[in-house]
Structure formats: structure tokens, C-alpha cells
């Protein structure tokens, strides 16, 4: 089946810095990704869609000037929290849709803001 | 936009008995519906899912039913067993979209 890669699987940085993570689509191109972000014990949100070659598309309420997306290529989407504080720690998903509407999902990286 | 309502949110059951776990969703435009198992700190995983031009499907000790009228789906889990204790998400998207919205999960624990 797909598989989506997702680097690193954690990350512990200082408040104020900013962090990269990468998601990756192994064996398939994807021209749309998906960012979610999951907080202990609740729901995934999707933040935001990622688009091959152009800007991407935010959800209600997340701020894109803080999380910077860039899907450079057919396999590869960024996420990039910018001056990150300890509210932005969470874990971070994305997914990559297959030919009939399913995700094939990252395995998360947690984010800890210290 | 759409919004989907799950219930309940933590479920015990004895071993052996059934799990219903069930969702509603608002965009009628919706017509993929998937359900996911999630482990602590793991990724979700695709356990079953249906789309709205079937009312129901069945995978051994699963299946989920959908009522497009009514705007609602459920997941049926018979026999459960401890290693199905997890938390479950329900989803609905669009076709043509790809993007999902999930429901607000239900941990659901299996007593030995």
C-alpha cells in the first residue's frame, strides 16, 4: 500500500525558534497534502491543504504566517512553525489522498515547546 | 462547512459483547465515510468505511451503516476482544475534495 513518511517523529525546541517538519509520499506523487494537529485526547484538525505548485489553503483560525507550508515537489510538503511557543505543542499528521478518496496518513511527529 | 458529531465519547464493554459507536454529519454533499483506530501516539489506521451510495458493509467482526436521510453512520464492532481497546475517529468527506473532517473521537475500552 501507500506509505507517507513524516520527519523527524519528535522535536523539543525553545520558545521563539522555529521547526521544520517534512512529509513525504514514498512510493506514490501526490499533488495535495494535509496538515492536522491533534492535542492529547482530542480530535485531529486539519489545518491546512498543501498544493503541488502553489500557495496553500488554511483552515478557519490557523494562522498562516506562523505555519508556513511549502509542497515543493510531487513527493515532499513542509510545515514550518515559525517563533513557536508551548501552546503549539502538539502532534503534527499529515496525509496524502490515494485514487478513491482514502488518506494515507504520516506517522505524526510531536512537537514539545519548551 | 461540515461538521461531524460522535458519540459517545468513552465506551466500556465486556469482552465479548458488541460496540456502537455513532456519528452525525451536517454537509449533505458528504459521501465518503471512513473510520479510523488510533493507538496512543500512533497514526490513525483504516479499520472500514462506505460510501453513501451503500446503506451498509461488513468486514468479519465490523461493519458500518450508513442512513444518507437522516444524516448519520455508525460502527458496529461485535465479539470485541482487549485488543480492540483504542480510540475511534469517524470521518466525512467529499469526493473530488479529499478532505476529511473528523468526529471528536470515542475511546472505547474492552474489559477482560
Known amino acids: 500500500g501507500a506509505v507517507v513518511s513524516q520527519h523527524p517523529s519528535w522535536v523539543i525546541c525553545k520558545s521563539g525558534t522555529s521547526v521544520k517538519i517534512e512529509c513525504r509520499s514514498l512510493?506514490?506523487?501526490?499533488?495535495?497534502m494535509f496538515w492536522y494537529r491533534q492535542f492529547p485526547k482530542q480530535s485531529l484538525m486539519l489545518m491546512a491543504t498543501s498544493n503541488e505548485g502553489s500557495k496553500a489553503t488554511y483552515e478557519q483560525g490557523v494562522e498562516k504566517d506562523k505555519f508556513l507550508i511549502n509542497h515543493a515537489s510531487l513527493t515532499l510538503s513542509t510545515l514550518t512553525v515559525t517563533s513557536a511557543h508551548p501552546e503549539d505543542s502538539s502532534f503534527y499528521i499529515c496525509?496524502?489522498?490515494?485514487?478513491?478518496?482514502?488518506?494515507?496518513f504520516g506517522p505524526g511527529t510531536r512537537l514539545t515547546v519548551l | 462547512g461540515e461538521n461531524v458529531e460522535q458519540h459517545p465519547s468513552t465506551l466500556s464493554v465486556q469482552e465479548g459483547d458488541s460496540a456502537v459507536i455513532k456519528c452525525t454529519y451536517s454537509?449533505?454533499?458528504?459521501?465518503?465515510f471512513p473510520w479510523y483506530k488510533q493507538e496512543l501516539g500512533k497514526r490513525p489506521q483504516l479499520i472500514i468505511d462506505i460510501r453513501s451510495n451503500v446503506g451498509e458493509k461488513k468486514d468479519q467482526r465490523i461493519a458500518v451503516t450508513l442512513n444518507k436521510t437522516a444524516k448519520h453512520f455508525s460502527l458496529h464492532i461485535t465479539e470485541t476482544q482487549p485488543e480492540d481497546s483504542a480510540v475511534y475517529f469517524c470521518a466525512a468527506s467529499m469526493a473530488g475534495t479529499y478532505k476529511y473532517i473528523f468526529g471528536t473521537g470515542t475511546r472505547l475500552k474492552v474489559l477482560a
Open positions: 512510493d506514490f506523487q501526490a499533488t495535495t
Open positions: 496525509s496524502a489522498p490515494g485514487q478513491a478518496n482514502e488518506q494515507f
Open positions: 454537509d449533505s454533499a458528504s459521501n465518503y
